[in-house]
């Protein structure tokens, strides 16, 4: 299925190709929370961003290699570059216009992430 996806303000617009009924991963860390994103890690061959790469900026924390990309107009992250599947994308199922009907979401526990990371290398090509 193809799901078109943007940022608040619609800078940024962007297309996914996953499942009908995607896993999906609600984790408890502290920008997820904060953020209130829910994941959807595709590889990259499976995300287009159609337009805004020029209208973003780029939030890097603690190990500095996940990169958050969000929009400088509206400030909504509505993907990123994932520590624990750097070779993928992940989409913030909450950007979409319309999201999957049968999402699978799991519970992920990424404040305690060092211990959990394990869980997400299956998503991931080189896995």
Not at 92 to 111: A, S
Request: hydrophobic share 30%; proline share 5%; glycine share 6%.
């Amino acid at each position: 299925m193809k799901y078109e996806g943007s940022c608040h303000c619609g800078l940024v617009n962007f297309e996914v190709v996953a499942e009908e009924d995607p896993e999906i991963e609600y984790c408890n860390c502290s920008i997820c929370s904060k953020s209130g994103y829910l994941h959807l890690i595709v590889s990259r061959d499976n995300f287009s961003l159609n337009s805004g790469k020029a209208g973003m900026e780029i939030y890097k924390f603690n190990s500095g290699v996940a990169k958050h990309y969000f929009c400088k107009v509206c400030g909504i992250k509505p993907f990123y570059i994932p520590r624990s599947n750097p070779d993928c994308i992940d989409v913030n199922v909450n950007c979409l216009d319309t999201p999957p009907k049968n999402m699978r979401v799991i519970e992920f526990d990424g404040r305690n992430w060092e211990q959990n990371a394990h869980k997400l290398a299956h998503k991931s090509r080189s896995a």
